[in-house]
């Protein structure tokens, strides 16, 4: 049942540019084949630590936007958060250094047939891959309004190019530093209904989409949420990125998000801590 | 005269030396669409259990210095699914396989075994009787040398010889040549050497193991002296037994090192995590490196830190 992206390639690309945004660092790097195949909602896995690293798996970045000919050949950028070792190397790493990169891999967001009302739903660096979706979508004729939210103004990943793209943009911060004061889900509800929103893509951490799945699921709204599971590989070989998700047989089964996502139907995913009971093979 | 790579465990002949590990490949698939699978000496593919699994609770992974932790808990579609879907394409597709079994009870390996009989294209079977990441330890038949003897006595008879038999061991015990002793004794054709070491993480601001297991299975370039070690220990007294030897190898120098010690085939496990094409390049510099020492074999490098 597995269908595996096949376009992934694994290859050396030079960082062209590392910059500081807010609490993040937009990285642009120059690489061969993974633009070139690249869909919104893909993924690459990036080694760390150079040469004699003691961190030996890949650290995983979905795709912020790629271009397979731009003026400085192949380029793929990414949005980097300071979170352990690994990334922190990452964001050290100066214009000309050398990046050991496989991609692009996973699922991308399904784009509709028809110019329907959507929304893209980020939860800090979360929106990073929701602004080349916009892009998209907004070339198949759809209309597109962003909802963006996160703790402080710092980590709002609003960039000024997505703005352009959007029909509207809403920001939330928890502490009131950037646009609405609260979270996503205290306006979510009102953006949809007043906008006549017809399917919802959204990206952040679990306990985000899980919020914003719930209110989809309240005025049945079509959610397709990207997540962010910690992978060791990202390429389906090592069984650490599992979640419970329910197949077109019924069957629930732990399906690798470096695999059968990290784009996933809303409806299909289990949204409970843990392994749920009904999951094919739960021994415990 | 040109230089001879293949290897042989126990009557079965491989064209190079470099395997997976089992439970770092998957089922074969995933690797596929970066190179070609006949490429390895062999696959050996996901310890299979009889009925489907689930396996632990996430988080299941955690990197630690120069290794990982993981909890997967033997996650896997079941012997029967196995064979249809992931078996069928794997043989179809021309590569060596090695199929890596596990079972709850003695009864269960049996059956496997029972399972396996009469498949064509399959070059050994592994036995794992050493995953940490069982809710029991008494379950890890490996750390006894009774139910590790009675394991490798039910898969040999239910097998009724049709390959041989590699037993895989946990370096978790006080003298591993025992365990050894009682497998060989029991049939095993040859012993799969190094299982991942019990380990733990806890997560310094919560206070809490990090796994959802709470205990994993450590991997990595961090337990490759111990790789070697066992590995050494095990063929000093037992020089005809074949060695699947694995335990953090990343480069070809690491893989010289075990076949040093005394393996006659070396599996690639995390360094695949880390790198798609790792088993690729590991088995290019190994080969590399045996013609620059003048082996005009793998062969004569097996065992040859045990004579120098």
Known sequence: MISINQRAVTSEGKILSNRKIGAYHHIIIEIEG???????GNFIAISVGGVESNMPLRRIFAIYRSKAQSKYGSIVEI????????????????????????????????????????AIIGGGYGAAPLFDLAETLKNKGCRVDALIGAATSAKIFAPLEGKRTVNSITITTEDGSAGKKGRITDVLEDLLKENQIELIYSCGPMGMLKAVHEIAERLSIAHQISVEESMACGIGICMTCVLPIRGDDGIVRMLRSCIDGPVIDGEKLIWSEGIPPETLGRHL | MSFDYSTSIAGSVFSNPIFTASGCAASGRELAQFFSLKELGAIVTKSIMLKARSGRDTPRMAETPSGMLNSIGLQGPGIDKFIEEDLSWLISSGAKVVVSIAGESVDEYGALARRLRGIKGISAIEVNISCPNVENRGQVFACHPASARAVIESVRINLGGEYPIIAKLSPDVTDITLIAEEVINAGADGLALINTLLGMVINPKTLKPHLGGKTGGLSGPAIRPVAVRTIFQVHAKFPKIPILGMGGVSSGSDALELIAAGASAVSIGTASFGDPY???????????????????????????????
């Open chain 1, 34 to 40: 993974i633009a070139e195949g690249a869909k919104p």
């Open chain 1, 79 to 118: 949005i980097v958060a300071e979170s352990g070792k690994g990334s922190a190397w990452l964001t050290r790493q100066i214009e000309g250094s050398t990046l050991y990169i496989t991609g692009p891999l996973g699922t991308s967001f399904p784009i509709p047939a028809d110019p329907i009302n959507v």
């Open chain 2, 278 to 308: 790792a088993t690729i390049k590991i088995g290019k510099e190994l080969q590399e490196l045996l013609i620059s020492h003048n082996f005009p074999s793998l062969a004569d490098a097996v065992g040859i830190a045990h004579d120098r």
